[in-house]
């Protein structure tokens, strides 16, 4: 079984609604639809209802691992710090800084399972990673593949002294949810691929204030970064 988990903007799209289950783990509810063997999981619920700093990752991720899924590609909504992706376009992550606190981030938690500490260094799957490139150039989009993701804790948006602090770490994007879900896709053992598509320009980078892209285009994006997904997840 394989999944695709997605954030901002895919609430309309019908593949994460359609036919949904709930299902309650030992770390709580999920709600997820299944079709041909690809599991869409929403992180923020159906309809957006949960910040960034309430979902119930550990339940989402377990619930993947039970259901028996060996691959995800993770798809994030974020504000570009860096030209590497613009708004209205996507590209890989390729590493991520972790700047999110109080979340409930590890299955190694020194109860029932033992104290573990897993390496960071091999986040993201090479071969998946490469087969969404793949994909994605033959469907004609040229997206980099060396995106460096800032995870902050939220829901409040940044100050722009926090976005040239993060531009000087070597920071591309900026979202809410990547640090803590790819780390526990990285402790259950699920590979992951992880795209990144930006809907504004960071704090203090915009004349205009904070300025986001409209929810129409959003949506056209997101679907088809769902494709390119799907079509990746079909084939490996
Ligand atoms: N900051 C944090 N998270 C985000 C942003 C942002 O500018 N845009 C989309 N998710």
Redesign the pocket.
């Known amino acids: 079984m394989k999944a695709i988990i997605g954030g ?1 903007g895919i609430d309309r799209d019908s593949r994460f609604y359609e036919n949904a289950v709930a299902h309650v783990n030992r770390y709580g509810e999920v709600i997820y639809s299944i079709k041909d063997d690809i599991v869409y999981l929403p992180r923020h619920r159906p309809g957006h209802r949960l910040p960034p700093h309430r979902i119930n990752y550990r339940a989402n991720i377990a619930e993947l691992r039970s259901l028996g899924v060996t691959d995800v590609i993770s798809i994030y ?3 570009s710090i860096t030209k590497l992706i613009a708004p209205t376009r996507f590209g890989l992550v390729q590493d991520f800084i972790d700047f999110a606190f109080g979340r409930e981030n590890t299955f190694y938690d020194g109860d029932d399972e033992s104290v573990r500490h897993v390496p960071m260094i091999d986040a993201f799957d090479r071969d998946l990673s490469a087969a969404f490139l793949a994909t994605a150039a033959m469907e004609g989009y040229p997206i980099p593949a060396n995106v460096v993701y800032v995870t ?1 804790n ?1 829901p409040r ?2 100050t722009p002294a926090e976005i040239e602090a993060f531009r000087r770490i070597g920071g591309d994007v ?3 949810t990547l640090g803590t879900e790819v780390a526990l896709l990285r402790e259950a053992g699920i590979r992951n691929a992880s795209v990144a598509y930006s ?2 320009w ?2 203090g980078l915009d004349a205009e204030g ?1 300025a986001f892209m409209e929810g129409e285009s959003i949506m056209k994006m997101v679907s088809l970064v769902i494709d390119l997904a799907e079509k990746t997840l079909r084939k490996i």
């Open positions: 901002t909504a974020v504000g902050t939220g948006f940044e900026v979202g809410m809907i504004n960071a704090a904070m």
